[in-house]
């Protein structure tokens, strides 16, 4: 008797690891019964796995974390036990909005300083501020975008307008002109550029190479009733992953995420995000893809943090405990994956590749340079949190 | 009190409206998607979103707002009931109300919410049984009509050929009969 399992998803290139895992057989072959559910909205898969009508979803890392923390919502445990991709998100603008940050530095017309450029002209001139969409207010996506802005003194809250679409409405909502810039995942990015011409200022991989992105969002109550189902489930998934990594089936990959039934969207823009040895490329298990770093969680803390929407004072190892490399190990040795031995590392420090040391020996790793060159240490988070010149943070 | 319902289903909407008809006094205003403008401008006290709405992400969006515009401060329902707001989530349904409201009034809106998205998911289901059964029906006589006709015999006799061959395959009737009808298209010489 096979065990049945409800999990959730949303429309996007990044849930390839669970579409992978059930079109292949994959949990089947764990002894699980898995329906996946497609969402439309990021708050109802949150809610799903909070209430434990799904047993885990594909979430926002930024999502999981406040979920445990009552921020934005009824607190809930979740757990992280592994991440789900890195890459494929980013911020673009609208042929508008590119046109006017190049006349604002025509050097570097997709700049966060063009940005600026273009802001104070729109002032000077008049007209309503610059909007963007992101897809949550927890997400990367909306830090990104913050980081980005502010880099070059562009206060994210008072500058321009940040609003929330799902990720599927945004080529929509740039096309009709009702905002000017997005930061979203994969496919719709390439959607975007595809229909109206928008242009990528700037990729996730470019902002922070193996940066987080989406992860595995466990009910926490079913985590602690079935943990050997669980585990099941991440090999399933661990498997899908490393199928969808391989630079040989990125075709079939698209074609599999195109359907109707999956992400419904065209095959080539979907395609342009798989491209083997493009650096913009998703990654999905290599490279520490599905690790779940703590110093992941400690920075996406920090910017809770600065944005205001935690405490200052918060407790940002009850924040990131959430994050369990312990249980990701342990899978990825059944399921014969080298895992890192250490939870947290130091991020943005390397601009060349490196090694880094695995449980079944060395594990090969790319430049992870972050933003504006700084490095993230995860134990002065809180330092670092309230560090930034623009900033909402509040005690 | 103004209560704003967002649902793409229109169908639903309008099953969740005639069971809040006798709430009063209770101001209630439909909609397919969010208008911002329109949200502005109507101030609901309550919003009642169906969770397969694109626009609750954009609704849920509106709590973080630290802007000084001229937005509402929502609250989610769940958080004066614990267990309530899980019962929503199942039948689908997630509110929101402005904060300051008192929560305990709202509960009577969301139990009929509730029960109006659970009478409809049954109504959906109910519709798509029929439909089901219907379309094996016509399989299932199609495939008798065939065994008449090759076999010469009469109907009582081709339906127990074909629950005969249900039995020894372990296979529902219907799936047998429609198996049956392929594999003479196929013999007949049909494309598909």
């Known amino acids: 008797m096979k065990t049945a399992l409800d999990l959730g998803f949303i ?31 990021w708050a109802t898969i949150r809610d799903k796995v909070s209430a434990g009508v799904f047993q ?31 890459h494929g998100a980013g911020i673009g603008v609208s042929a508008t909005l590119a046109d006017e940050m190049a006349q604002a530095d025509p050097a570097a017309p997709l700049s966060a300083t063009a940005l600026a450029g273009a802001v104070a002209q729109r002032r000077r001139a008049g007209k309503p501020n610059i909007s963007f969409a992101v897809v949550f207010p927890y997400s990367m996506h909306n830090y990104m975008l913050r980081f980005w802005a502010a880099s ?6 008072d ?29 719709w990015g390439a959607l975007c550029e595809a229909q109206s011409g928008a242009k990528v200022a700037l990729h996730a991989a470019d902002f922070w190479p193996g940066g987080p992105d989406k992860v595995l969002g466990v009910s926490g109550a079913w985590a602690n009733r079935e943990p050997a189902q669980m585990l099941a489930l991440m090999r399933a998934l661990i498997r899908g992953a490393r199928w969808a990594d391989e630079a040989a089936n990125a075709d079939d990959l698209a074609a599999l995420l195109a359907r109707p039934e999956w992400l419904n969207a065209p095959e080539h823009l979907i395609a342009q995000r798989l491209a083997p040895n493009t650096p913009q490329s998703l990654r999905f298990a290599r490279h520490t893809a599905l690790y779940p770093w ?20 918060m407790d940002l190892d009850a ?77 | 009190m103004r209560l704003l319902l967002v649902d793409p289903d229109p169908a639903r909407a309008a099953l969740v409206a005639e069971g809040l008809a006798d709430i009063s006094p209770l101001e209630l205003r439909r909609t397919g998607s969010l208008n911002q403008a329109e949200l502005a401008n109507f101030r609901p006290d309550v919003i009642v979103v169906a969770s397969d709405s694109p626009d609750r992400d954009t609704l849920e969006s509106l709590r973080e707002s630290t802007q000084a515009n001229p937005r509402p401060v929502l609250m989610f329902v769940d958080r004066s009931e614990p267990g309530f707001g899980d019962e929503a989530i199942r039948a689908g349904v997630a509110a929101y109300i402005v904060d300051g409201l008192q929560p305990g009034r709202i509960r009577s809106i969301l ?19 029929a439909q089901s059964d219907l379309a094996t029906r016509k399989t299932v006589e199609r495939a ?22 249900a039995m020894n395959s372990g296979r529902p009737i219907a799936a047998v009969a429609a198996d049956l009808l392929a594999f003479s298209g196929v013999l007949k010489g049909d494309k598909s």
């Open chain 1, 152 to 157: 070059a003194g562009v206060d994210p809250d």
């Open chain 1, 294 to 313: 703590r110093s992941h969680a400690a920075w996406i803390a920090s910017q809770m943090v600065r944005w205001g929407q935690a405490p200052a004072d």
């Open chain 1, 11 to 41: 429309a996007l290139t990044d849930a390839a690891p669970l579409i992978v895992a059930q079109t292949h057989g994959l949990f089947a072959s764990e002894g699980l019964d898995v329906s996946l559910h497609r969402e439309v909205s």
């Open chain 2, 144 to 165: 008798k009509g065939l065994l008449m006709k090759e076999r010469q015999v009469g109907e009582e006799e081709a339906y127990g050929l074909l629950r005969k061959l």
């Open chain 1, 56 to 86: 885990a979803a594909h979430m926002l890392a930024p999502m999981a974390i406040a979920t445990n923390l009552g921020v934005g919502s009824e607190r809930a445990h979740v757990v992280v036990p592994m991440s789900l991709n890195a």
């Open chain 1, 159 to 187: 500058d321009i307008r940040i609003g929330v679409a799902p990720p599927t409405a945004i080529a929509a909502q740039l096309k009709s002109g009702e905002v000017d810039g997005f930061c979203v995942g994969a496919p």
């Open chain 2, 111 to 129: 139990e009929v919410a509730m029960s109006r998205f659970q009478l409809m998911q049954q109504l959906r289901a109910d519709l798509a049984k």
């Open chain 1, 319 to 395: 924040a990131i405990a959430c994050y369990q490399p312990d249980l990701f190990r342990e899978a990825a040795a059944d399921a014969g994956l080298n895992a890192p031995v250490a939870d947290s590392k130091i991020e943005g420090a390397h601009d060349t590749a490196w090694s880094l040391a695995g449980r079944d020996g060395p594990i090969e790793m790319t430049a992870d340079q972050m933003p504006g060159r700084a490095e993230f240490a995860p134990d002065r988070a809180a330092e670092y949190a309230t560090s930034f010149k623009i900033s909402r943070s509040r005690s």
